[in-house]
């Protein structure tokens, strides 16, 4: 098992066990300070669900792979503008539109 499944198991099981914490807490004493205590655990945990899963992702989003293949295969004196392709002249200054 891979250390990131490990983490997501854990997570899913401290919320199980979270929400069903909550629940008894609340009949058995109604207790608001447990139940809050038990419900900022469970947020804490889908923190860091949400962290680990934003920060193991490899695949990249579909418009950054297209953008890099317009990038390689534009000309060094070419800058992309939106759907417009400025190209630079000798003169400083002087960028004409296609």
């Given at each position: ?10 997570v ?6 979270g929400?069903?914490g909550?629940?008894v807490?609340s009949v058995?004493?109604n ?5 809050i205590?038990i419900g ?5 945990a889908?923190?860091v669900?949400?962290?680990v ?9 579909d418009?950054?792979e297209?953008e890099?293949r ?17 190209r ?8 004409r539109e296609?």
């Open positions: 098992m891979t250390p990131l499944r490990v983490i997501r198991v854990v899913i099981v401290l919320c199980a066990a929400i069903t909550m629940i807490a058995a004493g207790n608001n300070g447990v139940v205590t900022g655990f469970i947020v804490l889908a923190i669900l949400m962290t899963n934003t920060v193991t992702v490899h695949e990249r989003i418009a950054f297209t890099q317009l990038r390689s295969q534009q000309r060094p004196s070419e800058r992309s503008v939106g759907d417009h392709v400025l630079y002249d000798e003169a400083p200054g002087e960028a296609e």
